[in-house]
Protein backbone atom coordinates (compact mmCIF):
# COMPACT_ATOMS: atom_id res chain seq x y z
CA UNK A 1 0.00 0.00 0.00
CA UNK A 2 1.62 3.45 -0.40
CA UNK A 3 2.82 5.60 2.27
CA UNK A 4 0.89 8.93 3.38
CA UNK A 5 1.43 12.02 1.54
CA UNK A 6 3.91 14.61 2.97
CA UNK A 7 1.75 17.88 4.24
CA UNK A 8 3.12 21.33 3.23
CA UNK A 9 3.25 24.41 5.58
CA UNK A 10 -0.19 26.27 5.91
CA UNK A 11 -1.13 29.14 2.43
CA UNK A 12 -0.66 31.96 3.83
CA UNK A 13 -3.31 34.82 2.29
CA UNK A 14 -3.34 36.43 -0.92
CA UNK A 15 -0.73 39.93 -0.11
CA UNK A 16 -2.75 42.59 -1.13
CA UNK A 17 -3.04 43.76 -4.98
CA UNK A 18 0.34 44.66 -6.72
CA UNK A 19 2.19 43.62 -3.79
CA UNK A 20 4.58 40.57 -4.38
CA UNK A 21 4.53 37.70 -2.51
CA UNK A 22 8.55 35.88 -1.77
CA UNK A 23 8.58 32.63 -2.40
CA UNK A 24 8.19 30.26 0.27
CA UNK A 25 12.02 28.55 1.78
CA UNK A 26 12.92 25.42 1.11
CA UNK A 27 12.48 23.60 4.29
CA UNK A 28 11.20 20.09 4.60
CA UNK A 29 7.43 19.24 5.10
CA UNK A 30 5.58 18.99 7.86
CA UNK A 31 2.28 18.56 9.08
CA UNK A 32 0.58 22.22 9.76
CA UNK A 33 -1.49 23.08 12.65
CA UNK A 34 -4.08 24.61 10.19
CA UNK A 35 -4.45 21.28 8.69
CA UNK A 36 -5.37 19.65 12.28
CA UNK A 37 -8.17 22.84 12.08
CA UNK A 38 -9.69 21.86 8.98
CA UNK A 39 -10.25 18.13 9.85
CA UNK A 40 -11.91 19.97 13.38
CA UNK A 41 -14.32 22.21 11.34
CA UNK A 42 -15.47 19.19 8.81
CA UNK A 43 -15.92 16.71 11.41
CA UNK A 44 -17.84 19.97 13.20
CA UNK A 45 -19.98 20.11 10.20
CA UNK A 46 -20.56 16.97 9.68
CA UNK A 47 -21.19 15.61 13.06
CA UNK A 48 -21.21 12.04 13.37
CA UNK A 49 -21.54 11.32 9.16
CA UNK A 50 -18.15 12.71 8.87
CA UNK A 51 -16.31 10.55 11.70
CA UNK A 52 -18.01 7.47 9.32
CA UNK A 53 -14.92 8.40 6.89
CA UNK A 54 -12.72 7.58 9.65
CA UNK A 55 -14.49 4.65 11.30
CA UNK A 56 -15.57 1.70 8.78
CA UNK A 57 -17.88 0.85 11.47
CA UNK A 58 -19.53 3.41 12.76
CA UNK A 59 -23.43 4.01 12.15
CA UNK A 60 -24.57 6.26 9.41
CA UNK A 61 -25.46 9.93 10.05
CA UNK A 62 -25.18 13.31 8.60
CA UNK A 63 -24.51 16.70 8.09
CA UNK A 64 -27.12 19.67 9.19
CA UNK A 65 -30.07 20.53 6.38
CA UNK A 66 -29.10 23.19 4.01
CA UNK A 67 -30.67 25.83 5.78
CA UNK A 68 -27.77 25.24 8.90
CA UNK A 69 -24.80 25.00 6.61
CA UNK A 70 -22.78 27.73 7.97
CA UNK A 71 -21.82 30.88 5.71
CA UNK A 72 -25.05 30.33 3.52
CA UNK A 73 -27.02 33.33 2.79
CA UNK A 74 -30.97 33.62 4.16
CA UNK A 75 -31.60 33.40 0.61
CA UNK A 76 -29.39 30.78 -0.83
CA UNK A 77 -30.63 28.72 1.67
CA UNK A 78 -34.29 28.84 1.10
CA UNK A 79 -33.97 28.60 -2.41
CA UNK A 80 -35.48 25.31 -3.79
CA UNK A 81 -32.71 22.52 -4.33
CA UNK A 82 -31.06 21.98 -7.49
CA UNK A 83 -31.06 18.23 -8.90
CA UNK A 84 -28.22 16.03 -9.16
CA UNK A 85 -27.56 12.59 -10.90
CA UNK A 86 -30.60 10.10 -11.80
CA UNK A 87 -31.91 8.22 -8.06
CA UNK A 88 -32.55 5.24 -10.57
CA UNK A 89 -28.63 4.14 -11.71
CA UNK A 90 -28.06 3.83 -15.91
CA UNK A 91 -26.40 0.92 -14.65
CA UNK A 92 -28.31 -2.08 -13.94
CA UNK A 93 -26.84 -5.40 -12.60
CA UNK A 94 -26.63 -8.45 -14.56
CA UNK A 95 -28.91 -11.40 -14.17
CA UNK A 96 -27.70 -14.29 -12.51
CA UNK A 97 -27.46 -16.35 -15.44
CA UNK A 98 -25.45 -13.84 -17.26
CA UNK A 99 -22.60 -14.29 -14.39
CA UNK A 100 -23.40 -17.58 -12.87
CA UNK A 101 -19.59 -17.95 -11.70
CA UNK A 102 -18.65 -16.41 -8.86
CA UNK A 103 -15.77 -16.23 -6.20
CA UNK A 104 -15.85 -14.61 -2.52
CA UNK A 105 -13.49 -14.14 -0.23
CA UNK A 106 -13.43 -16.18 3.03
CA UNK A 107 -12.47 -12.95 5.41
CA UNK A 108 -14.10 -10.02 3.47
CA UNK A 109 -17.25 -8.68 2.24
CA UNK A 110 -16.26 -8.86 -1.21
CA UNK A 111 -17.53 -11.13 -4.36
CA UNK A 112 -16.65 -11.61 -7.92
CA UNK A 113 -18.90 -12.59 -10.87
CA UNK A 114 -17.90 -13.78 -14.25
CA UNK A 115 -19.74 -15.15 -17.65
CA UNK A 116 -19.10 -18.81 -17.83
CA UNK A 117 -16.33 -18.22 -20.11
CA UNK A 118 -14.28 -16.15 -18.14
CA UNK A 119 -11.41 -18.35 -16.75
CA UNK A 120 -11.34 -19.04 -13.24
CA UNK A 121 -7.93 -17.79 -12.52
CA UNK A 122 -9.27 -14.66 -13.62
CA UNK A 123 -11.99 -14.63 -10.87
CA UNK A 124 -9.58 -15.05 -8.36
CA UNK A 125 -7.16 -12.65 -9.43
CA UNK A 126 -9.55 -9.97 -9.57
CA UNK A 127 -10.94 -11.21 -6.02
CA UNK A 128 -7.39 -10.50 -4.81
CA UNK A 129 -7.24 -7.31 -6.02
CA UNK A 130 -10.54 -6.35 -4.40
CA UNK A 131 -9.21 -7.90 -1.05
CA UNK A 132 -5.94 -5.60 -1.13
CA UNK A 133 -7.92 -2.22 -2.19
CA UNK A 134 -10.33 -2.83 0.88
CA UNK A 135 -7.44 -3.30 3.43
CA UNK A 136 -5.79 -0.51 1.78
CA UNK A 137 -9.02 1.00 2.84
CA UNK A 138 -9.56 -0.02 5.80
CA UNK A 139 -5.82 1.09 7.17
CA UNK A 140 -6.48 4.60 5.84
CA UNK A 141 -10.10 4.23 8.31
CA UNK A 142 -12.29 4.88 5.11
CA UNK A 143 -16.11 3.18 5.79
CA UNK A 144 -16.48 -0.09 3.77
CA UNK A 145 -18.98 0.06 0.78
CA UNK A 146 -23.07 -0.02 1.92
CA UNK A 147 -23.99 -4.16 1.98
CA UNK A 148 -26.78 -4.67 -0.66
CA UNK A 149 -28.99 -7.26 0.97
CA UNK A 150 -29.57 -10.21 -1.20
CA UNK A 151 -28.19 -8.11 -4.33
CA UNK A 152 -25.78 -10.43 -6.11
CA UNK A 153 -26.22 -13.64 -3.85
CA UNK A 154 -24.94 -11.90 -0.86
CA UNK A 155 -24.32 -8.79 1.11
CA UNK A 156 -20.76 -8.39 -0.26
CA UNK A 157 -19.50 -5.76 -2.71
CA UNK A 158 -20.34 -7.38 -6.01
CA UNK A 159 -17.64 -6.72 -8.90
CA UNK A 160 -18.70 -8.25 -12.46
CA UNK A 161 -15.81 -9.31 -15.20
CA UNK A 162 -16.80 -8.77 -18.77
CA UNK A 163 -15.67 -10.58 -21.46
CA UNK A 164 -12.80 -9.32 -24.26
CA UNK A 165 -10.87 -6.37 -24.12
CA UNK A 166 -10.25 -4.08 -22.02
CA UNK A 167 -12.26 -1.08 -23.43
CA UNK A 168 -13.10 1.32 -20.87
CA UNK A 169 -11.66 0.76 -17.47
CA UNK A 170 -14.99 0.66 -15.33
CA UNK A 171 -18.42 0.62 -15.57
CA UNK A 172 -20.00 1.74 -11.91
CA UNK A 173 -23.75 2.06 -11.09
CA UNK A 174 -25.77 1.89 -7.59
CA UNK A 175 -28.69 0.46 -6.34
CA UNK A 176 -31.37 2.29 -4.97
CA UNK A 177 -30.90 4.47 -1.59
CA UNK A 178 -30.95 2.33 1.31
CA UNK A 179 -34.30 2.09 3.16
CA UNK A 180 -33.31 3.30 7.15
CA UNK A 181 -30.82 5.33 6.13
CA UNK A 182 -31.16 9.16 7.30
CA UNK A 183 -29.07 10.73 4.57
CA UNK A 184 -28.29 9.70 1.01
CA UNK A 185 -26.36 6.33 0.90
CA UNK A 186 -26.52 3.52 -1.19
CA UNK A 187 -24.85 -0.10 -2.30
CA UNK A 188 -22.74 0.08 -5.54
CA UNK A 189 -21.15 -2.71 -7.88
CA UNK A 190 -19.38 -2.42 -11.00
CA UNK A 191 -18.27 -4.08 -14.32
CA UNK A 192 -14.76 -4.21 -15.18
CA UNK A 193 -12.65 -6.41 -17.84
CA UNK A 194 -11.21 -9.15 -16.92
CA UNK A 195 -7.79 -9.69 -16.54
CA UNK A 196 -5.51 -11.35 -18.92
CA UNK A 197 -2.81 -9.97 -19.57
CA UNK A 198 -1.38 -9.10 -16.54
CA UNK A 199 0.01 -5.90 -15.19
CA UNK A 200 -1.41 -3.06 -12.60
CA UNK A 201 -4.62 -2.18 -14.86
CA UNK A 202 -6.97 -4.72 -13.37
CA UNK A 203 -5.77 -3.72 -9.84
CA UNK A 204 -6.35 -0.47 -10.65
CA UNK A 205 -9.95 -0.80 -12.21
CA UNK A 206 -10.83 -3.10 -9.08
CA UNK A 207 -9.64 0.00 -6.64
CA UNK A 208 -11.50 2.77 -8.58
CA UNK A 209 -14.77 0.99 -8.60
CA UNK A 210 -14.41 -0.28 -4.55
CA UNK A 211 -13.25 3.69 -4.26
CA UNK A 212 -16.69 4.67 -6.43
CA UNK A 213 -18.47 2.23 -3.23
CA UNK A 214 -17.38 3.70 -0.84
CA UNK A 215 -18.02 7.32 -1.96
CA UNK A 216 -21.74 6.34 -2.93
CA UNK A 217 -21.74 5.14 0.96
CA UNK A 218 -20.81 8.48 2.21
CA UNK A 219 -22.92 10.47 -0.59
CA UNK A 220 -25.12 8.87 -2.89
CA UNK A 221 -26.06 11.78 -4.55
CA UNK A 222 -22.62 13.54 -4.79
CA UNK A 223 -21.90 14.40 -8.81
CA UNK A 224 -20.17 12.42 -11.12
CA UNK A 225 -17.17 14.59 -11.07
CA UNK A 226 -16.61 14.41 -7.41
CA UNK A 227 -16.99 10.71 -7.11
CA UNK A 228 -15.05 10.46 -10.27
CA UNK A 229 -11.99 12.80 -8.55
CA UNK A 230 -12.34 10.55 -4.74
CA UNK A 231 -12.61 7.02 -6.50
CA UNK A 232 -9.21 7.97 -9.25
CA UNK A 233 -7.32 9.33 -6.04
CA UNK A 234 -8.19 6.42 -3.68
CA UNK A 235 -7.16 3.76 -6.27
CA UNK A 236 -4.24 5.98 -6.82
CA UNK A 237 -3.35 4.95 -3.29
CA UNK A 238 -4.54 1.25 -2.92
CA UNK A 239 -2.93 0.17 -6.68
CA UNK A 240 -0.80 2.55 -7.78
CA UNK A 241 -0.54 2.11 -11.47
CA UNK A 242 1.84 4.23 -13.74
CA UNK A 243 -0.04 3.50 -17.38
CA UNK A 244 -2.94 4.21 -16.00
CA UNK A 245 -1.96 7.32 -14.18
CA UNK A 246 0.37 8.55 -16.22
CA UNK A 247 -2.43 8.55 -19.13
CA UNK A 248 -4.45 10.45 -16.98
CA UNK A 249 -2.64 13.00 -15.66
CA UNK A 250 -1.52 13.45 -19.31
CA UNK A 251 -4.92 14.21 -20.67
CA UNK A 252 -5.79 15.73 -18.21
CA UNK A 253 -2.59 18.25 -17.95
CA UNK A 254 -3.12 18.78 -21.83
CA UNK A 255 -6.76 20.39 -21.44
CA UNK A 256 -6.22 22.43 -18.34
CA UNK A 257 -9.09 24.72 -19.78
CA UNK A 258 -11.74 22.18 -18.90
CA UNK A 259 -13.44 22.42 -15.81
CA UNK A 260 -12.31 20.07 -12.70
CA UNK A 261 -15.43 18.13 -12.17
CA UNK A 262 -15.15 17.51 -16.72
CA UNK A 263 -14.34 13.76 -16.55
CA UNK A 264 -16.95 11.14 -16.87
CA UNK A 265 -17.30 8.64 -14.04
CA UNK A 266 -15.86 5.71 -14.66
CA UNK A 267 -12.57 6.47 -16.17
CA UNK A 268 -9.33 7.24 -13.91
CA UNK A 269 -9.33 11.07 -13.52
CA UNK A 270 -6.57 13.28 -13.42
CA UNK A 271 -8.20 15.57 -11.63
CA UNK A 272 -7.39 13.82 -8.69
CA UNK A 273 -4.45 16.51 -8.18
CA UNK A 274 -7.48 18.42 -6.65
CA UNK A 275 -7.98 15.81 -3.62
CA UNK A 276 -4.23 15.39 -3.69
CA UNK A 277 -3.43 19.20 -3.22
CA UNK A 278 -6.05 19.28 -0.26
CA UNK A 279 -4.08 16.69 1.47
CA UNK A 280 -1.01 18.48 0.74
CA UNK A 281 -2.17 21.68 1.47
CA UNK A 282 -4.42 20.93 4.96
CA UNK A 283 -4.12 17.29 5.31
CA UNK A 284 -2.97 15.59 8.61
CA UNK A 285 -0.74 12.46 7.04
CA UNK A 286 -3.28 10.47 6.08
CA UNK A 287 -4.51 10.38 2.75
CA UNK A 288 -7.64 10.98 1.05
CA UNK A 289 -9.29 12.03 4.78
CA UNK A 290 -9.91 15.85 3.74
CA UNK A 291 -11.62 14.75 0.12
CA UNK A 292 -13.74 12.00 1.63
CA UNK A 293 -14.79 14.25 4.55
CA UNK A 294 -16.20 16.69 2.28
CA UNK A 295 -18.16 14.09 0.59
CA UNK A 296 -19.37 13.07 3.73
CA UNK A 297 -20.51 16.44 5.29
CA UNK A 298 -22.26 17.56 1.43
CA UNK A 299 -24.63 14.30 1.79
CA UNK A 300 -28.43 15.48 2.19
CA UNK A 301 -31.61 13.63 2.33
CA UNK A 302 -33.93 13.11 -0.96
CA UNK A 303 -37.18 13.16 -0.46
CA UNK A 304 -38.96 9.93 -1.45
CA UNK A 305 -39.85 9.28 -4.77
CA UNK A 306 -37.25 11.96 -6.27
CA UNK A 307 -36.42 11.02 -9.58
CA UNK A 308 -32.93 12.64 -8.89
CA UNK A 309 -31.17 13.08 -5.88
CA UNK A 310 -31.04 16.49 -4.14
CA UNK A 311 -27.54 17.93 -4.97
CA UNK A 312 -27.49 20.63 -2.68
CA UNK A 313 -25.09 21.59 -0.73
CA UNK A 314 -22.53 19.90 -3.04
CA UNK A 315 -18.92 19.21 -2.09
CA UNK A 316 -17.57 22.43 -3.50
CA UNK A 317 -20.05 24.18 -1.21
CA UNK A 318 -18.69 22.41 1.48
CA UNK A 319 -15.29 22.83 0.38
CA UNK A 320 -16.00 26.89 -0.02
CA UNK A 321 -17.86 26.93 3.46
CA UNK A 322 -14.65 25.18 4.78
CA UNK A 323 -12.58 27.95 3.16
CA UNK A 324 -14.33 30.84 4.91
CA UNK A 325 -14.07 30.04 8.08
CA UNK A 326 -10.41 29.70 7.70
CA UNK A 327 -10.40 33.36 6.23
CA UNK A 328 -9.65 31.96 2.78
CA UNK A 329 -11.56 31.65 -0.61
CA UNK A 330 -12.28 28.79 -3.53
CA UNK A 331 -10.62 31.12 -5.88
CA UNK A 332 -7.48 31.60 -3.93
CA UNK A 333 -7.56 27.42 -3.62
CA UNK A 334 -8.01 27.56 -7.73
CA UNK A 335 -5.30 29.87 -8.31
CA UNK A 336 -2.37 28.00 -5.80
CA UNK A 337 -3.87 24.39 -7.90
CA UNK A 338 -3.20 26.17 -11.17
CA UNK A 339 0.22 27.42 -10.12
CA UNK A 340 0.77 23.69 -9.00
CA UNK A 341 -0.21 22.45 -12.40
CA UNK A 342 2.68 24.43 -13.77
CA UNK A 343 5.21 23.01 -11.68
CA UNK A 344 4.35 19.33 -12.08
CA UNK A 345 6.26 16.27 -14.14
CA UNK A 346 9.57 17.48 -15.62
CA UNK A 347 9.03 20.95 -14.88
CA UNK A 348 8.52 20.05 -10.93
CA UNK A 349 10.95 22.34 -8.37
CA UNK A 350 10.38 20.51 -5.58
CA UNK A 351 8.17 23.27 -3.96
CA UNK A 352 4.54 22.65 -4.27
CA UNK A 353 3.07 19.22 -4.81
CA UNK A 354 4.46 16.22 -3.30
CA UNK A 355 6.54 13.71 -5.23
CA UNK A 356 5.29 16.05 -8.75
CA UNK A 357 8.48 14.84 -10.36
CA UNK A 358 7.86 11.43 -10.98
CA UNK A 359 5.12 12.00 -14.03
CA UNK A 360 7.91 13.29 -16.08
CA UNK A 361 7.00 14.75 -19.53
CA UNK A 362 3.72 13.53 -19.04
CA UNK A 363 2.86 16.24 -16.31
CA UNK A 364 3.87 18.95 -18.02
CA UNK A 365 0.68 21.73 -18.19
CA UNK A 366 -0.08 23.02 -22.02
CA UNK A 367 0.69 26.75 -22.55
CA UNK A 368 -1.12 28.78 -24.90
CA UNK A 369 1.85 30.34 -26.02
CA UNK A 370 5.32 30.86 -25.16
CA UNK A 371 6.38 34.34 -26.47
CA UNK A 372 10.42 35.93 -26.50
CA UNK A 373 11.14 38.78 -24.84
CA UNK A 374 12.05 40.62 -27.89
CA UNK A 375 8.66 40.20 -29.74
CA UNK A 376 6.29 42.11 -27.19
CA UNK A 377 4.45 44.06 -27.41
CA UNK A 378 1.74 40.96 -28.08
CA UNK A 379 -1.74 40.50 -27.53
CA UNK A 380 -2.54 36.29 -27.50
CA UNK A 381 -5.65 34.70 -26.63
CA UNK A 382 -6.57 31.19 -25.97
CA UNK A 383 -6.80 27.96 -28.20
CA UNK A 384 -10.04 27.66 -26.84
CA UNK A 385 -12.14 29.56 -24.25
CA UNK A 386 -11.71 28.20 -20.38
CA UNK A 387 -14.34 26.27 -18.22
CA UNK A 388 -15.02 27.08 -14.87
CA UNK A 389 -12.52 26.19 -12.83
CA UNK A 390 -10.28 25.49 -15.74
CA UNK A 391 -6.46 27.18 -15.96
CA UNK A 392 -4.64 29.06 -18.91
CA UNK A 393 -0.90 29.44 -19.06
CA UNK A 394 0.92 32.10 -20.80
CA UNK A 395 4.70 31.75 -21.05
CA UNK A 396 6.93 35.10 -21.15
CA UNK A 397 10.63 33.80 -22.27
CA UNK A 398 13.65 36.22 -20.97
CA UNK A 399 16.45 33.70 -21.61
CA UNK A 400 18.61 34.47 -24.28
CA UNK A 401 18.44 31.52 -26.32
CA UNK A 402 14.87 33.04 -27.33
CA UNK A 403 15.55 36.18 -27.25
CA UNK A 404 18.72 36.30 -29.58
CA UNK A 405 21.00 38.29 -26.97
CA UNK A 406 20.31 38.63 -23.59
CA UNK A 407 17.97 41.62 -22.57
CA UNK A 408 19.04 44.07 -19.96
CA UNK A 409 16.34 43.72 -17.20
CA UNK A 410 17.80 45.14 -14.64
CA UNK A 411 15.55 47.99 -15.17
CA UNK A 412 12.88 46.50 -17.03
CA UNK A 413 9.90 46.21 -15.91
CA UNK A 414 6.47 44.45 -17.99
CA UNK A 415 3.39 45.41 -18.68
CA UNK A 416 0.10 42.95 -18.07
CA UNK A 417 -3.48 43.46 -19.28
CA UNK A 418 -6.33 40.41 -19.53
CA UNK A 419 -9.44 40.71 -20.49
CA UNK A 420 -11.88 38.09 -20.72
CA UNK A 421 -16.07 37.91 -21.31
CA UNK A 422 -18.39 38.41 -18.80
CA UNK A 423 -20.03 37.46 -16.46
CA UNK A 424 -16.93 34.96 -16.03
CA UNK A 425 -14.32 36.17 -13.20
CA UNK A 426 -10.75 35.21 -13.79
CA UNK A 427 -7.73 35.41 -11.01
CA UNK A 428 -4.52 35.51 -13.06
CA UNK A 429 -0.90 35.44 -11.01
CA UNK A 430 2.22 36.17 -12.86
CA UNK A 431 4.88 33.56 -11.91
CA UNK A 432 8.56 34.61 -11.56
CA UNK A 433 10.96 31.20 -12.72
CA UNK A 434 14.38 31.60 -11.84
CA UNK A 435 17.19 29.66 -14.16
CA UNK A 436 16.96 26.94 -12.43
CA UNK A 437 12.92 26.65 -13.14
CA UNK A 438 11.86 27.23 -9.55
CA UNK A 439 9.40 29.70 -8.39
CA UNK A 440 11.47 32.66 -7.47
CA UNK A 441 8.34 35.04 -6.50
CA UNK A 442 4.90 35.82 -7.80
CA UNK A 443 2.43 38.53 -8.18
CA UNK A 444 -1.16 37.79 -7.59
CA UNK A 445 -3.72 39.78 -9.56
CA UNK A 446 -7.10 39.65 -7.35
CA UNK A 447 -10.24 39.22 -9.71
CA UNK A 448 -12.81 42.29 -9.24
CA UNK A 449 -16.54 41.59 -9.00
CA UNK A 450 -18.53 44.07 -11.80
CA UNK A 451 -14.82 43.99 -13.67
CA UNK A 452 -13.45 42.36 -16.72
CA UNK A 453 -10.47 43.84 -16.66
CA UNK A 454 -6.81 42.85 -14.67
CA UNK A 455 -3.57 45.40 -14.68
CA UNK A 456 -0.18 44.71 -13.39
CA UNK A 457 2.81 45.85 -13.86
CA UNK A 458 5.94 43.69 -13.04
CA UNK A 459 9.77 44.58 -11.70
CA UNK A 460 12.48 42.83 -10.47
CA UNK A 461 13.27 40.72 -13.82
CA UNK A 462 16.86 40.17 -13.72
CA UNK A 463 18.34 36.46 -13.10
CA UNK A 464 14.74 35.32 -14.81
CA UNK A 465 14.46 32.68 -16.70
CA UNK A 466 10.50 33.43 -17.36
CA UNK A 467 7.15 34.56 -16.27
CA UNK A 468 4.43 32.13 -16.47
CA UNK A 469 1.14 33.87 -16.34
CA UNK A 470 -1.78 31.68 -14.71
CA UNK A 471 -4.92 32.55 -15.09
CA UNK A 472 -8.01 30.54 -13.71
CA UNK A 473 -11.89 31.02 -14.36
CA UNK A 474 -13.00 30.87 -10.99
CA UNK A 475 -17.13 30.76 -12.15
CA UNK A 476 -19.41 33.78 -12.61
CA UNK A 477 -19.08 37.03 -10.83
CA UNK A 478 -23.06 36.82 -9.81
CA UNK A 479 -22.56 36.31 -5.85
CA UNK A 480 -25.46 34.47 -5.91
CA UNK A 481 -24.40 32.06 -8.85
CA UNK A 482 -21.51 30.40 -7.38
CA UNK A 483 -20.11 27.52 -9.71
CA UNK A 484 -22.00 24.68 -9.59
CA UNK A 485 -20.69 21.05 -10.96
CA UNK A 486 -24.60 19.89 -11.18
CA UNK A 487 -24.17 22.69 -13.76
CA UNK A 488 -22.92 20.92 -16.77
CA UNK A 489 -22.43 21.35 -19.56
CA UNK A 490 -20.14 24.40 -18.35
CA UNK A 491 -20.59 27.49 -20.46
CA UNK A 492 -16.60 28.62 -21.32
CA UNK A 493 -15.54 32.00 -21.59
CA UNK A 494 -12.38 33.89 -23.73
CA UNK A 495 -9.80 36.49 -22.45
CA UNK A 496 -6.96 37.91 -24.17
CA UNK A 497 -3.85 39.19 -22.75
CA UNK A 498 -1.59 42.55 -23.57
CA UNK A 499 1.98 42.01 -22.61
CA UNK A 500 4.32 44.79 -23.53
CA UNK A 501 8.03 46.32 -22.21
Known amino acids: MAVALPTRP ?28 LLALVTSLGGPHAAAARAPDAPSAGPPAPSAQPGAPPDEAASPPAEGRPVVSPVQRPDERDAPQRACSFTLPVCVHAPADVPGAALLESLAHLEAAMRAYDALGLPRPLPDGARGGSPSYDLYLKRGPRRSPARVGHDLRAVGERFDAASAFAFIAAPGRGGCTSASDAAYAL ?10 GAEEGALAMAASYLAAIAAPCAAEELAAIDAFQRAPERALTGAALGALDGALLLPWYLDDAYGTGTPAQVAMSLLAIAAQSTPAGAARFRAEPDTFDALRASLRSRGEDLDDL ?10 LGS ?4 AHLSDAERFGDFGRVRFEWSLPYATLPRRVAPLRPIEPTGATYVWLDLSAENAGARPDLKAAEITFVADWELPALFRWAIVKVDRQGAEAGRVEVAGIFGSSRAQRTVVGLDGLSGLLLVGVNAGSMIRSRPFDPDDAPFMPHAYTVWLSK
Open 347 to 350: RSDG
Open 10 to 37: CPTHAPPEGRERAPAPQRPRRKAPCALA
Open 334 to 343: LLELAIARAF
Open 211 to 220: GHAVAVRLDA
